[in-house]
């Protein structure tokens, strides 16, 4: 069983921004990758109540030009 308090695994993740951390954190959530499988189908064809505001996501839209 690997030791959680061996530093060398998480010495990457020094240089990371909070954003890189929270993406290492939702990547390893099964939850997260369910939900986005099933949102990433459904978007296509139209928004449904699976909001990614649940999971603290945020996306920036482009300018109107």
Known sequence: MADWQDPAPYRRLKGVDRAGVMWEWLRRDPDYV????????????????????????????RPAA
């Open 34 to 61: 369910a939900w986005y499988t099933s949102a990433s189908r459904a978007t296509r064809d139209q928004c449904r109540e699976d909001d990614p505001l649940i999971w603290g996501l945020h996306f920036r839209r």
